[in-house]
């Protein structure tokens, strides 16, 4: 049997997984597990992972890379499933595998959409994250790079290009002349002509240069969708956090770009009960998911990080914790229920997926007609919601 990846965790881990695929193709007998660490949650799933391929693939080499490769490698190591681990800043590395890879420029499988990295690491330091421990500082890709991966992505059919990276908004800092990523995503539009949508994963608020925002307030070809990296709604957990942005900024920037386009979709990352979070700061957190109209809500329930500042802060409760949780992925629902509702009787295109749904621009779910074919733009005037998902 030939290669088998799995990914677990971001979008960049998604990416990186595709060009493993093309890269490690030549490869016989190969089980590779991109793992993630993220929250401890995210470490049990690798664990279960690594040991769920191990019982479908008893003779294959099974690999490990990814964060939890640099966070837990003692514990990873130690598992008997696993026959070694590779770094993860080495991963796109052929030299690292001791295996056979492909000779030519590795392209991607077909797919509607095309997550293309940009940008790897991160040089901040948010007191609960593990992930520079990870993935080390921020590097960015060229801008010729980048133009080559879309360029990979469009010849085998992607109908849109998602921008990925662990701090997206960092790209270019690094480069010559330090151009931020507003100037990378007008060089990707002007070079594509025919690129119709293009799409950024989560962005850090702080970080959006006056072209970015442009681009997201006034571009057609740029989704009406944007997933801040949001953490909180409270300032002073923010600042314990070491975020670099209060929760008047959030704000702010929400209101600018609504006032420009009005249709823009706000999703964001929101993590309940972090370490000295009171009912109070709780309350705030819930809160801001109203006041922003948050619809895309990706909500994690804190857990401490190894060798982490918020490690050692004062811990709020297990029990509470998940049931902050609960309440503030309910409050997301809400929100997002109505925001689904409004979508009736309004014709979307949607970018049809496998699986017989795609994806509006403002990356509302979609149920297509039966035989779309998977990358076809198709407009829908949905007339109901059913399970989350709109129909016509």
Known sequence: MTVEVHSLGCRLNLAESETLRGLLGD????????????????????RQAIRRARRARPDARLLVTGCAAEVEREALAAMPEVDGLIANTAKLDPRAWNVPVATAAPAPRRHTRGFVQVQNGCDHACTFCVIPQGRGPSRSRSVAQVLADVALHLDAGAGEIVLTGVDLTSWGGDLPGEPRLGALCEAILAHFGGLGRLRLSSIDGAEVDETLFDLLAGEARVMPHVHLSLQHGHDLVLKRMKRRHSRADALSLVAALRARRPDIAIGADLIAGFPTEDEAAHAANLSIVEELGVVHGHVFPYSPRP??????????????????????????AKVRASWLAAHLGKPLWVLAERGGTGHAPDFAPVRVPPDTQPGTLVSVTPARVVEGILEA
């Open 27 to 46: 490869a016989q007998d190969l089980v590779v597990i991109n793992s993630c660490a993220v929250t401890a949650e995210a470490v049990r799933q690798t």
């Open 307 to 332: 060798g982490t500042p918020a490690a050692r802060m004062p811990q709020v409760e297990h029990a509470a914790i998940r049931a902050r949780a609960s309440q503030l992925r309910e409050t997301v």
